[in-house]
DNA sequence: CACCAGGAATGTA
DNA sequence: TACATTCATGGT
């Protein structure tokens, strides 16, 4: 158990305080919006879930319903929209008839086999939407431990393995956890990191 | 104007 | 395994 990493996570909570990710969203949003969110700013994303909110389309069922075309012109917003359009269909496919009671390796295995879902995005997906125990790994997290040199590999399950074994394993603060390594990463440590008024000491 | 966001697929070496 | 390119919109 590392210290430095619980010692991280406080000192973002009381900075920043609770980011709440998705705790007011439903299942079929969240996944949509991991999907949409893919290398793209949230409040992009928000406009496309909006365009799809005023047509009662932000569910896996009226994804399935809808074509790939309108689909892409309701998500134009949020970019890469043919791709996503496309990746939307998969998952809602993939999920018809799904049964949750499967395992979280198995269905992690399942998520990752989809076109459009890698790494991050099928263990958001597991995070936030199913509430399995799973650390979410992105670009931010990369950096977070490489400025401050808390573990030397970059691989995404490495990095993940590092995490949790070394927190506690607890599907709550996993979200939150994360949530709050971006607010910091898009808060600061951008380019030039402002390590002035950072609550996190890096270099 | 340049840069990049809550990535992933594909191709090359 | 380690990089490079492509996909696309909108904010700063």
């Known amino acids: 158990m590392n210290s430095i990493l619980i010692n991280i996570y406080e000192t973002l909570l009381l900075f920043f305080s609770k980011q709440n990710w998705w705790d007011t969203s439903t299942k079929d949003e969240i996944i949509i919006g991991a999907i949409l969110t893919q290398n793209t700013a949230w409040n992009n994303v928000e406009k496309a879930i909006e365009n799809l909110k005023k047509r009662d389309l932000c569910n896996l069922k009226k994804i399935r319903e809808t074509s790939k075309?309108?689909?892409?012109?309701?998500?134009?917003?949020?970019?890469?929209?043919?791709?996503?359009?496309?990746?939307?269909?998969?998952?809602?496919?993939?999920?018809?008839n799904f049964n949750e009671s499967i395992d979280t390796d198995t269905l992690r295995k399942k998520l990752l086999g989809l076109k459009g879902i890698g790494f991050e995005t099928a263990d958001s997906i597991l995070l936030y939407a199913?509430?399995?125990?799973?650390?979410?790994?992105?670009?931010?997290?990369?950096?977070?431990?490489e400025r401050n040199k808390l573990f030397n590999s970059k691989k995404y399950s490495d990095v993940q393995r590092f995490f949790m074994e070394n927190i506690p394993y607890n599907v709550e603060l996993y979200k939150e956890y994360h949530a709050l390594i971006v607010k910091l990463g898009k808060t600061f440590c951008r380019k030039t990191p402002h390590c002035d008024r950072c609550p996190i000491k890096c270099e």
């Open 69 to 96: 075309e309108e689909l892409e012109q309701l998500i134009k917003p949020s970019g890469f929209y043919k791709q996503k359009s496309l990746y939307l269909k998969e998952v809602a496919k993939f999920f018809e």
């Open 130 to 145: 199913f509430s399995r125990p799973i650390f979410v790994v992105d670009a931010y997290t990369k950096r977070l431990i």
